[in-house]
């Protein structure tokens, strides 16, 4: 093999995740003050320490419940309230967070520093997968600050706040897909570089196509709208083909397909689950602003943008409906009937 062929294979210039981040703060460097890098950088240890722990969970016995309940009465995995605490312990060391709110935590957590970002988080999601080896995930939101104090209204803000999000898959390798409000860019965990890759820069997301998303074994209990759309798709009447149907029951991995492939992610309410099951704050703010800074869109139950919604509790849960612009619009005529 020649030198150019052999060298053809081996990339020599590589963005990783830092340099990115770097670059991109160097376009706004008179507004900047770092402190987003700093933050930016501790989240990604903390998904690299998730990571780490995930893929060796079953040699050192972390599978299995830890015994605890969490704010909302789940049952925690003991991986659950690890990864609770490798997140937190990350944001706290950045020194840049003053504000914390995860799914784990009943309150939200005040830093005693001069922090000027408040972080939403899932630590893990899906971890009713993680047994199994299923694909979990971290989901993230980050406010700028609007005060000193670190106080509940910091987080009680609407979605479109948010001045950065993102999500970390733990599967097959780590991918974490992040935006700053400048689109959305994906990086793919080198696991002997111990570095995010920019390997999927720029992602689009499919205006349309026809896979939806949802746990159709509540089908039962979902109100006449929606189960006449997800009806209308499986049973088409004007010839088309019918949806496939594909369901991780993990938000992370089953959205990050949404986003590559393009289609439908829904979990709506029901009279069992009567907002929903998701949590608007740390999953569908999150996940709503990457997957419209991807080019589609995010609404509940009543049609309305997830992100103009304005949370009046911490672990308010929402019904939510995301994906390709046409097939959202096409779930969004049959919502007027629930
Ligand atoms: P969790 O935050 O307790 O892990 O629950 C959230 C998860 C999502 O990842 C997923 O979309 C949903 O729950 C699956 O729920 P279900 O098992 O009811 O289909
Ligand atoms: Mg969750």
């Not at 659950?80 to 706290?92: L, P, Q, S, T, Y």
């Not at 006449?228 to 990050?256: N, T």
């Amino acid at each position: 093999m020649s030198t150019s062929s052999q060298s053809a294979h081996v990339q020599t210039d590589i963005i990783t995740l830092t340099r990115f981040i770097l670059q991109e703060q160097a376009k706004v460097t008179s507004t900047t003050t770092g402190d987003f890098t700093l933050l930016l950088n501790s989240l990604q240890f903390a998904f690299k320490a998730i990571a780490y722990n995930i893929r060796r969970s079953t040699l050192i016995n972390l599978v299995g419940l830890s015994g605890t309940a969490n704010s909302t009465g789940d049952d925690q995995k003991k991986l659950d309230v690890i990864g609770d605490e490798i997140f937190i312990n990350a944001m706290k060391a950045s020194g840049k967070v003053k504000v914390i709110v995860s799914e784990e935590q009943e309150d939200l957590i005040v830093f005693d520093n001069d922090g000027t970002y408040a972080v939403v988080c899932d630590p893990i999601d899906g971890s009713s997968n993680l047994d199994a080896g299923v694909s979990v995930g971290t989901i993230f939101g980050v406010y700028k600050l609007r005060g000193n104090e670190g106080s509940i209204k910091e987080v009680l803000r609407p979605g479109k706040e948010l001045v950065a999000a993102g999500y970390t898959t733990y599967g097959a390798s780590a991918n974490l897909v992040l935006t700053t409000g400048n689109g959305v860019n994906g990086f793919t965990l080198d696991n002997a570089l111990g570095e995010f890759i920019l390997t999927h820069p720029n992602l689009k997301i499919p205006s349309s196509r026809a896979i939806y998303s949802v746990n159709e074994g509540n089908s039962f209990y979902w109100p006449e709208g929606t189960r006449k759309f997800f009806e209308s798709i499986k049973f088409p009447e004007d010839g088309s083909k019918p949806y496939s149907a594909r369901y991780i029951g993990s938000m992370v991995a089953d959205v990050h397909r949404t986003i590559l492939y393009g289609g439908l992610f829904a979990y709506p309410a029901d009279k069992k689950s009567k907002n929903g099951k998701l949590r608007l704050l740390y999953e569908g703010f999150p996940m709503a602003m990457i997957i419209e800074q991807a080019g589609g869109s995010a609404i509940n139950d009543a049609g309305e943008r997830i992100l103009d919604l304005v949370p009046t509790a911490i672990h308010q849960r929402s019904g939510i409906w995301l994906g390709s612009v046409d097939e959202v619009a096409k779930a969004k005529k049959y919502l007027d009937l629930n």
